[in-house]
């Protein structure tokens, strides 16, 4: 009996009950989907269109999702600022994409456009993203970490209101070059010609920030900062440049993301950084927070439940599903934070213990 107490307990229960939970899930979508096409509530080519904008939404969450997943890596800091980051280039560009589209330059040149684009919206948010780090952050290292923890959230709160005062309370409708409106034929389903891009685009992004973490030397510093910082600093790394580099890259990729998210969605204001931050961060969690695979696979998987799971839900009393989709991704944090907090992947921490 002592004997098989003992096999019960080293028995991966919470693993299992993972597992379990895992296969219901997808069942009960697999059921839901075919409920659904078979009551002729909804049609392939609508779930096609779903899958695809899930994957092009979870492209965008992977990007954002990364520089949460570099500063943890390095700082074990959650830096819920980070969506400001976002926010800060893609609303800044929009007063470019204005003006090249009164001008005329943004029809007749959308590709030159859109780099032009892309370059102020990371130059903006990688210097917002730096000064975060210097002004607010650095002189916290060594504190507890919930005293970072607030203090990002008052930094969030602070750029928010600083972007209201500079550009204004109201929504402005994002310029998209004519030649990105419309669909395009891909295997033979319809997209958006900017979800070609966002997918594209973000999976580029991804590609290289895994390549320069790997290969470069650079990115062999953040990695060893991230085993062991003091260990680091005495093999000859400079430490605090490498935290300032981690902070530049993670706002050059949420400024890329900020112009492709603005080009999806067609708008911007000084709020439209929440959302997308906590999607983002859910998707690091998700994923397994500090580890780059876990980033892109957790946005991914977020983007696509977001996009599929509303519809499961279409009855009477639920007229428009997709206003569930914030309640799924926190449930999905929720269940995360209580199951595995480590994520699919693992974190950091686990990799350290």
């Not at 920030?209 to 790394?237: C, H, N, P, Q, W």
């Not at 706002?251 to 708008?267: N, R, S, Y």
């Not at 980033?295 to 696509?304: E, I, P, Q, Y």
């Amino acid at each position: 009996m002592g004997g098989l107490q003992r096999a019960m307990l080293r028995l991966p229960i919470r693993q299992i009950f993972l597992v379990v939970l895992a296969i219901l899930l997808a069942v009960g979508l697999f059921l839901g989907i075919r409920s659904n096409l078979r009551a002729g509530i909804l049609s392939g080519a609508d779930y096609r269109s779903f899958v695809v904008d899930g994957i092009a939404r979870g492209a965008l969450y992977a990007v954002i999702a990364v520089g949460y997943t570099l500063v943890y890596g390095i700082l074990f800091l959650i830096n819920f600022a980070h969506g400001e980051v976002f926010m800060a280039g893609a609303f800044t560009s929009f007063f470019v994409a204005r003006t090249l589209s009164q001008i005329g330059f943004l029809n007749d040149h959308p590709f030159i456009s859109i780099v032009i684009l892309l370059l102020v919206s990371m130059a903006v948010s990688t210097i917002t993203a730096i000064l975060l780090e210097r002004i607010a952050y650095r002189r916290l290292r060594g504190a507890p970490r919930l005293i970072p923890l607030i203090t990002a959230i008052g930094a969030s709160l602070f750029l928010q209101n600083t972007f209201r005062a500079l550009y204004g309370a109201n929504t402005r409708g994002y310029p998209v070059p004519e030649s990105m409106q419309g669909r395009m034929d891909i295997f033979g389903i319809p997209v958006l010609r900017t979800q070609t891009l966002v997918i594209v685009g973000a999976a580029l992004l991804m590609v290289a920030l895994y390549f320069f973490i790997e290969r470069t030397k650079t990115g062999r510093s953040m990695r060893a900062v991230g085993e062991d910082r003091e260990i680091a600093s005495l093999m000859g790394i400079n430490v605090d440049r490498v935290i300032v580099q981690t902070f530049a890259i993670g706002g050059m990729l949420a400024g890329a993301a900020g112009v492709l998210w603005a080009m999806v969605f067609g708008q911007v204001d000084f709020f439209m950084g929440f959302f997308p931050g906590i999607k983002a961060f859910t998707a690091a969690v998700l994923g397994g927070i500090g580890n780059i695979v876990g980033a892109g696979l957790g946005g991914l998987l977020l983007g696509v439940l977001e996009s599929l799971a509303p519809y499961l839900f279409i009855s009477p009393s639920v007229p428009s599903p997709n206003q569930l989709t914030d309640a799924i991704a926190f449930t999905i944090l929720v269940l995360i934070l209580i199951f595995r907090p480590g994520g699919i992947l693992g974190s950091s921490d686990e990799e350290k213990a």
